[in-house]
């Protein structure tokens, strides 16, 4: 177990009983500290650090595995389960995928979320959200010089989401990761599409480095209008995309339809 993972799990002080593994475990999930996917450390590091003996520590995991918030892999350990997948349930997604309204809807709702994540994020991020969104911001100026689209796009994704984590708020926190999640899925767009199109990359940077400039200078107002400028900029950007890919749908069928009559 890393230095690292080591401080996510404190001493079990009290009566060191299984519920208290259990509620320290749920509120590392809750807080967005353990994120799905990420591996618990073994059984026998786990309990040591807990301060716990091993049979309690079972106790709990097996618990926290029935609430549906851990996932034991055969020979691989114990994982986080895919909680925020869960959010909006298969039928929806595919409901939503098949009706366009659901795009604007979805923009109008991010916007409103965005905004108000920024202006909490300027208000109550800590230095260590600050040394991360740094870290981050960095990250997205070296995919962006090197041209490598793919790692862009993550980076703007894992920027947003560190955002989220300084609002310090768990429902604006979770309801944003659920949004992300259906993002890069491609339920609403292909951001490739939207993003591909010529300058859009510059934009992109130079309004993911204001909402970040903002926050960094603990100015709510310009973090919530930046951060909404953005939103509004994907819109028109996915608007454009949509029409575009229209017209050509368009102009392909008219030019069939002259083979058709020429032939």
Not at 95 to 100: N, P, W
Request: hydrophobic share 40%; proline share 2%; charged share 30%.
């Amino acid at each position: 177990m890393t230095e690292d993972q080591s401080d996510l799990y404190a001493r079990i002080s009290h009566s060191r009983t299984a519920d208290e593994v259990v509620q320290q475990i749920e509120l590392l999930i809750l807080e967005g500290v353990l994120r799905d996917g990420d591996r618990l450390p073994g059984e026998r590091d786990l309990s040591k650090r807990l301060d716990v003996s091993r049979p309690i520590l079972r106790e709990a995991l097996k618990e926290l595995e029935g609430r549906g918030l851990l996932e034991s892999r055969h020979g691989g350990g114990t994982f986080v389960a895919d909680v925020v997948g869960q959010i909006f349930s298969k039928p929806l997604i595919e409901l939503i995928s098949r009706h366009h309204k659901a795009t604007q809807d979805y923009l109008e709702y991010r916007r409103e979320l965005e905004g108000l994540t920024a202006e909490l994020a300027a208000t109550r991020a800590t230095d260590f959200d600050r040394d991360l969104l740094t870290r981050v911001i960095e990250r997205m100026r070296d995919a962006h010089r090197s041209g490598n689209f793919d790692d862009e796009l993550e980076a703007d994704v894992e920027l947003h989401n560190a955002i989220g984590e300084s609002a310090h708020n768990i429902i604006l926190l979770h309801t944003l990761r659920a949004c992300y999640r259906l993002l890069t899925q491609g339920i609403f767009f292909h951001r490739s599409s939207v993003f591909g199109a010529p300058g859009a990359r510059d934009r992109l940077l130079s309004q993911h480095e204001a909402i970040y400039a903002a926050i960094m200078a603990r100015d709510p107002a310009a973090a919530k209008a930046a951060a909404q400028s953005h939103i509004d900029f994907v819109a028109a950007a996915a608007r454009d995309a949509e029409r575009s890919g229209e017209w050509a749908r368009i102009a392909r069928l008219r030019l069939k339809q002259r083979d058709r009559i020429g032939s």
